[in-house]
């Protein structure tokens, strides 16, 4: 018997589809981002994004039930993983005030392509990886250009970044009964608690305009929501290296949006910088490992299961 329905799709989906739509919303976030930024502090949008996404968990995966099935390593991966999504907001929010966002995603990848040369064993992974370092570096430009604390706040978030990637992987692969999915929305609601001391205050202004919480839950789906949840479908199926060098994927999908969207005509050295990114992508071959679970199991999909 053939089956149809939304896990057949999900399963029979390349992985590289899921990182492509957390790309695209990856870049969609900061765009109600720059609404919010001149109606609250950097704080109190790194808050409001993480309380929006773990509303919109809450009444999807009632992570509650999560926490309690989970053994005692299970939970402190949840709460070292909720930590790194609290802290790398913040960090990011606090940098992108001060240094122009490209510099902060070029600072933010540098760490990713240790993760991915630690699992570039072959001689075409290798030439893969430096490719995609190429197409990243024509793309954005690296410039160390910008206020001095900005920058400390935009490496602290490339390393976290970096951290967040080892931790989402690890849950999305753990032999247990809970999804990598339900992991995530637990891990983002103890990230509500972690947040608060720094967020509530400043965010609480949104509390009396509608416009400004409308983009606050925009930031929270688009930025916390639509982006984790492609990265665990695609962290389930690929090796932690590959998802590395699939990183490589977002600056070339913020030149795309440009040109469709914008209708901003990319340079030669733009094209060159896309083209570099997709041969690597393209070049790339991952190495066999066990299949993981399934990402979205039975009879635990939503809370009224």
Excluded at 45 to 52: D, P, T
Excluded at 166 to 179: F, G, I, M, N, W
């Amino acid at each position: 018997m053939s089956h149809t329905g939304p896990r057949a799709v999900l399963s029979a989906a390349p992985p590289w589809t899921y990182f492509l739509g957390s790309a695209v919303f990856h870049y969609l976030g900061p765009a109600f981002a720059v609404l919010l930024f001149s109606r609250l502090a950097p704080l109190g949008v790194a808050g409001l994004r993480i309380w929006s996404a773990a509303l919109v968990f809450a009444l999807w995966r009632c992570p509650w039930r999560t926490l309690a099935r989970l053994d005692a390593e299970g939970r402190r991966l949840i709460i070292a993983w909720a930590a790194v999504l609290a802290a790398m907001n913040v960090c990011f929010y606090l940098a992108i005030a001060r240094v122009p966002l490209g510099t902060v995603a070029a600072i933010e990848f540098l760490p990713v392509i240790v993760l991915a040369a630690l699992g570039a064993r072959t001689v075409r992974n290798l030439v893969a990886l430096v490719a995609a370092v190429g197409g990243v570096y024509v793309l954005t430009g690296i410039r160390l250009a910008g206020d001095p604390l900005g920058l400390v706040f935009a490496f602290a978030n490339a390393a976290l970044f970096a951290a967040y990637i080892v931790l989402a992987h690890r849950t999305a692969r753990r032999p247990s009964d809970v999804s990598g999915i339900d992991g995530l929305a637990a891990a983002m609601l103890v990230a509500c608690v972690f947040v608060a001391p720094v967020g509530l205050w400043q965010a609480a202004p949104a509390l009396l305009d509608p416009v400004t919480l409308a983009a606050g839950i925009g930031v929270g789906i688009c930025s916390s929501v639509i982006p984790y949840v492609c990265d665990q479908l695609a962290m389930a199926r690929i090796a932690r290296s590959t998802y590395a060098l699939l990183v490589a994927l977002l600056p070339a999908t913020a030149t795309v949006i440009g040109v469709v969207v914008l209708r901003q005509l990319p340079s030669l050295a733009e094209l060159a910088g896309v083209a570099l990114v997709v041969f690597s992508v393209a070049l790339h071959r991952e190495l066999r490992t066990p299949p993981a679970k399934e990402i979205l199991q039975e009879g635990k999909t939503t809370c009224a299961t």
